[in-house]
């Protein structure tokens, strides 16, 4: 199998999006595209078709859509080779981030209908969404804390959960409404918060927050929509009604 990073660190960590009621029983990364890039490219990790590119704040997101209908988002890239609608192969560059370096680690985010993809800024994700919308736990996990921060952070309303893929933490912040107690076990995919617009925040979001020295402070995210069938599951049942 070719390589899977030629200059970078990969993370055993693969997330669900935190907004979506997805678990991944039996979820195998193999079974997904291997290459996503060639040194500070993004490449594309098989043939198929450029969706669409969207532009953000002087960053791209780009969506490729493979043969095999497995679909990849890359965000957060700094400059893109490729238009809408062109059709790629297996390795060609899709874009470049100037920012990646030796030192840069990637987590995977599985999907299944979400339209946001940010990309990290200090160790957080930022999803701007409506008050009150639901918040699912990206992986397995155990509460450690929830409490409201009146610190110079702000968090606001927020929760601790230790991880159990890696030794690491995410904290979700600016919540309305928890629904978990400390010392809590919660399986991935579980309902656990509301969002909201508590702390520091000027309009309802969630910061997903990571630390941890295996994550380090240089993380990059991939975002993954597999191809439906029995391995991805929302509550237990299968994608399709």
């Known amino acids: 199998m070719i390589e899977l990073f030629k200059c970078l660190m990969i993370t055993s960590l693969i997330l669900t999006h935190p907004l979506e009621q997805l678990s991944l029983d039996n979820y195998n990364l193999q079974d997904q595209p291997s290459v996503f890039f060639n040194e500070s490219y993004y490449i594309a990790p098989g043939s198929g078709i450029i969706n669409s590119i969207i532009e953000n704040n002087g960053f791209f997101q780009v969506n ?21 609608g062109d059709r790629v192969i297996l390795g060609e560059p899709i874009g470049i981030d100037n920012t990646i370096s030796t030192e840069t680690k990637i987590i995977f985010m599985v999907y299944n209908a979400s339209v ?21 736990m990206v992986s397995d996990g155990i509460v450690v804390y929830d409490d409201y921060d009146n610190s110079l952070f702000l968090r606001g309303l927020y929760i601790q959960i230790k991880l159990l893929e890696l030794n690491a933490y995410i904290e979700y912040w600016h919540l309305s409404r928890i629904l978990t107690r400390p010392y809590e076990y919660k ?18 979001k969630l910061v997903l927050h990571f630390e941890g020295d295996e994550l380090g402070n240089d993380i990059r995210v991939i975002y993954l929509k597999p191809v439906m069938s029995d391995n991805v599951r929302i509550n237990g049942q299968g994608l399709l009604p």
């Open 187 to 204: 399986k991935q995919g579980e309902l656990i918060a509301y969002s909201g617009n508590t702390g520091a925040s000027l309009e309802p």
């Open 116 to 136: 946001l993809f940010p990309q990290f800024i200090e160790n957080r994700l930022t999803f701007l969404l409506d008050r009150d919308t639901l918040l699912y």
């Open 64 to 84: 490729l859509l493979l043969d095999d209908c497995n679909e990849v988002i890359y965000s957060g890239l700094t400059e893109v080779v490729k238009s809408t």
